[in-house]
């Protein structure tokens, strides 16, 4: 049930970047030897309970490790912390 579960939300990943996004193919990938690069930031918020799942989860898909993650931070609110990745992206 859980392998079922964890394959249908990777294919319902795969299906909202592809229909949101246009990640080019490595055809398509100019040979250029430095890609621009720029920084990104994903930023979680809500209860410990509900970030930690959150980026356990999104390691399983294969998308961030833990320890990309920033230690789990209060953001003033009771109950509440925050998390940040920062990753470099290509852009065309």
Avoid at 7 to 35: D, G
Avoid at 37 to 65: M, N
């Amino acid at each position: 049930m859980m392998a079922q579960l964890l394959n249908f939300a990777q294919s319902q990943i795969a299906l909202f970047l592809r229909q949101n996004f246009h990640f080019p193919t490595p055809q398509q990938i100019p040979q250029q030897p430095f890609p621009f690069r720029e920084p990104i930031k994903h930023l979680l918020i809500g209860s410990p309970k509900a970030v930690t799942s959150t980026i356990h989860y999104l390691q399983v898909i294969g998308y961030a490790s833990v320890g990309d993650w920033s230690p789990l931070q209060p953001t003033g609110n009771p109950d509440e912390v925050m998390s940040i990745l920062s990753r470099q992206i290509s852009i065309q």
